[in-house]
């Protein structure tokens, strides 16, 4: 890690010989996703909808995310939910909407693909590839992905180990596609009170055991909108790449996770925070002027 003559760390994992192994303090990846440099000095935020829902939801987010400084748009097309009878996901017709969005805001996008039969489609649409925490142990769906061109954005699963989700990662490089981005999200504890216990020790553990630039989900990590900006501050003080944040244009109308997903107004003065709080601890930030 930067910011530290200390030694790679001692754990109890030896990850030697494998690709996704840090092999000194100053090898580093960087994902590029159409033009957005991930893992570099300047920090990178992706927000949008939990899930593409309708053309005006998703332009009309698609624009507060432009206009507020997020440079990468999100939203699900293929939606992984507990209950099969919640709303499911647009599939190609969110794909669409998801183009048509980039198509005006310039920005690209990223969404989630949970089924190597999707996995064509997924890629004629998108910029970045999502693997899901449901998904992050599918392994013909990690090797898929590692077959393809595409950046992966790799969330870590609810209930996987730092070793795990590293060799999540594993399999997508030995396909031999090392654009990984791996995604801090929670994991499930004793703690009911928030919908997962955000992991901010894996911020720089993750850093220093590997050289892919990692990023963090305040949102899916604590299910509660207010708390989203607390630890989204928290988790770039700890040294995250970037951070993946739920923004609707009406959340209370969301069809799929509301309850954590920024308005727009509360995204607008995170950002303002993010620029004060990123020199602070040596970074930049994306602007779209940098890539469009
Ligand atoms: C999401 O990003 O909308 C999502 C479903 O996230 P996770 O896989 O982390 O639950
Ligand atoms: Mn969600």
């Known amino acids: 890690m930067e910011n530290t003559k200390c030694d790679l760390p001692i754990t109890n994992i030896n990850l030697a010989g494998k690709l996704v192994a840090r092999?000194?303090?100053?090898?580093q990846t960087i994902v590029d996703v159409n033009g957005v440099k991930i893992g570099g000095?300047?920090?990178?935020?992706?927000?949008?909808?939990?899930?593409?829902?309708?053309?005006?939801?998703?332009?009309?987010?698609?624009?507060?995310v432009d206009k507020y400084g997020g440079i990468i748009l999100r939203g699900g097309a293929f939606k992984p939910r507990t209950s099969p009878y919640s709303f499911q996901g647009l599939e190609e017709e969110g794909l669409k909407l998801l183009k048509l969005a980039k198509l005006?805001?310039?920005?690209?996008?990223?969404?989630?693909?949970?089924?190597?039969?999707?996995?064509?489609?997924?890629?004629?649409?998108?910029?970045?590839?999502?693997?899901?925490?449901?998904?992050?142990?599918?392994?013909?769906?990690?090797?898929?992905?590692?077959?393809?061109?595409?950046?992966?954005?790799?969330?870590?699963?609810?209930?996987?180990?730092?070793?795990?989700?590293?060799?999540?990662?594993?399999?997508?490089?030995?396909?031999?596609?090392?654009?990984?981005v791996l995604c801090e999200r929670g994991i499930r504890t004793f703690e009911t009170i928030y919908r997962n216990t955000l992991d901010l020790n894996a911020v720089p553990m993750l850093k220093s055991l590997t050289h892919l630039p990692v990023i963090v989900d305040p949102s899916h990590g604590t299910g509660h909108r207010w708390m989203v900006g607390h630890m989204?501050?928290?988790?770039?003080?700890?040294?995250?790449?970037?951070?993946?944040?739920?923004?609707?244009?009406?959340?209370?109308?969301?069809?799929?996770?509301?309850?954590?997903?920024?308005?727009?107004?509360?995204?607008?003065?995170?950002?303002?925070?993010l620029r004060v709080l990123a020199p602070a601890v040596g970074r930049g930030i994306v602007h779209s002027e940098l890539v469009k």
Do not use: W
């Open 23 to 27: 092999k000194s303090l100053s090898h």
């Open 41 to 64: 000095n300047n920090l990178v935020v992706i927000a949008g909808p939990c899930a593409v829902e309708s053309k005006e939801q998703l332009l009309e987010t698609a624009r507060y």
């Open 104 to 180: 005006e805001t310039g920005l690209p996008v990223v969404t989630e693909v949970m089924d190597t039969r999707q996995m064509d489609m997924v890629c004629a649409y998108s910029d970045m590839l999502q693997i899901g925490s449901r998904n992050m142990s599918n392994f013909p769906l990690l090797k898929e992905a590692g077959k393809t061109e595409k950046p992966i954005l790799l969330k870590r699963g609810m209930n996987a180990t730092i070793e795990e989700f590293l060799m999540a990662a594993e399999y997508i490089l030995s396909e031999g596609n090392n654009q990984v």
């Open 232 to 273: 989204a501050k928290a988790a770039i003080a700890a040294g995250a790449d970037g951070l993946i944040m739920e923004m609707h244009y009406r959340p209370e109308e969301a069809l799929c996770d509301g309850n954590q997903s920024l308005y727009p107004e509360d995204f607008h003065k995170l950002m303002e925070e």
